[in-house]
Each structure stands twice: as C-alpha cells, then as structure tokens.
T-cell receptor
Framework: NAGVTQTPKFQVLKTGQSMTLQCAQD?????MYWYRQDPGMGLRLIYY???????DKGEVPNGYNVSRLNKREFSLRLESAAPSQTSVYFC???????????FGQGTRLTVV | TQLLEQSPQFLSIQEGENLTVYCNSS?????LQWYRQEPGEGPVLLVT?????EVKKLKRLTFQFGDARKDSSLHITAAQPGDTGLYLC???????????FGKGTHLIIQP
C-alpha cells in the first residue's frame, strides 16, 4: 500500500529559488492538506483542498501556492524561497471530515 | 482558528509509570483526534472521539473527551519505551474543512 507519497524527501534551495513539492495519494480521498512542522510550533496548516478543483488557505499560506491537479495529486509551490521557509513539509489526505488523516513521510527543506 | 493547547510540552518518565497528557481549548469541537508521530515519520492516528464524555481504550491507552467537548486527555498505563514519541491532538479548524493540530507532547519513556 503506497498511501500518501511525497517527493522529494530532502531538498536544499538557495534564497530566491523556486520549487514544487509533489504529493499523491492512492486512497481515493477527497481532502488533501499541506502542513509545515517546525520545532516548538507543531504542525501548521498551509493550504488544503476539500475536493478536486478547490483549494483554501490555512493558517500560514503566505509565500506558498498550491494546485489540486486531479483527485490524486496536490502540489505545493514556493515561488521565491526564503530562509523562513526552512521546515519539514507534510502532505496528508482523508476521505471526509472526522475520518483518519493519512500522512506522507515528509520533505525536509532547507533554504540557505 | 480554534486553538488546541497541549500540556505538558515535554514529559520523561520511567518504564512502568502511568502518565496523562492533556489537550485543551476555549472552543467547542465537534470531534478530536489523537495522533502519534515518531522521528522521521508522519503522524499516525490513534483515536477519534466525537461524543462529549466519551472514553475509548486502545490497549494501555485511554482517551477521554470532555463533557463540554472543549478538552481531551490521554492516559497511558504502565508506560513502555515503545510509547516514546510525539503525541498530537487535532480537531476541525484552519478553514471549513481544515484540520488543526496542537503543538504536541514529547514523551520519553526510559527503560
């Protein structure tokens, strides 16, 4: 069972560079999420998508864009990376509200 | 955004001891979930509670949802080193279909 797959697992960017984090789920889930996790800050919601074709801002959306390409895939783009975006990024999916959220293994991003 | 506050932030105890960690909010939640995260991995669901006063047991772990649905607790009996990890509570928030997390309790069980 693949579940939620994130790529890449590790990435180092220079300030100002752009990149896209990829996420795909094979569980036919409707909702998908992007989080960042920083020491002492817990998991903070960046963007989410309740269904194919819709996206909504979470708690910390500034500096990020997302695309729900289809039901399976939800990508996160950093247009101009900043050191403050150094973090571990997690993608998650779930069927509907109140059901289990399944997480990918994370992408460790360092911006220098 | 509905805030979830977890306490304590860190807890280190000896194997065999009992412990309780807490998740509190000033807002009413329709449901709360508890997740456990190990280093280098994503969180994994332990339980979902939806009814005020509900108690759920998962082996040595007991989860309780407060009567007013503003708080929850996780009690571990006879803790084992395998219980070591980051325990996170989560509930609806951060948007209409969002899922918001507390900052977590880092639990270390020493042999």
């Amino acid at each position: 069972n693949a579940g939620v797959t994130q790529t890449p697992k590790f990435q180092v960017l220079k300030t100002g560079q752009s990149m896209t984090l990829q996420c795909a789920q094979d569980m036919n889930h409707n909702s998908m999420y992007w989080y960042r996790q920083d020491p002492g800050m817990g998991l903070r919601l960046i963007y989410y998508s309740a269904s194919e074709g819709t996206t909504d801002k979470g708690e910390v959306p500034n500096g990020y864009n997302v695309s729900r390409l289809n039901k399976r895939e939800f990508s996160l783009r950093l247009e101009s990376a900043a050191p403050s975006q150094t973090s571990v990024y997690f993608c998650a999916s779930r069927r509907i509200r109140n059901t289990e959220a399944f997480f990918g293994q994370g992408t460790r991003l360092t911006v220098v | 955004t509905q805030l979830l506050e977890q306490s304590p932030q860190f807890l280190s105890i000896q194997e065999g001891e009992n412990l309780t960690v807490y998740c509190n909010s000033s807002s009413v939640f329709s449901s709360l979930q508890w997740y456990r995260q190990e280093p280098g991995e994503g969180p994994v669901l332990l339980v979902t509670v939806v009814t005020g006063g509900e108690v759920k047991k998962l082996k040595r772990l007991t989860f309780q949802f407060g009567d007013a649905r503003k708080d929850s607790s996780l009690h571990i009996t006879a803790a084992q080193p395998g219980d070591t990890g980051l325990y996170l509570c989560a509930g609806p928030g951060g948007g209409a279909d969002g899922l918001t997390f507390g900052k977590g309790t880092h639990l270390i069980i020493q042999p």
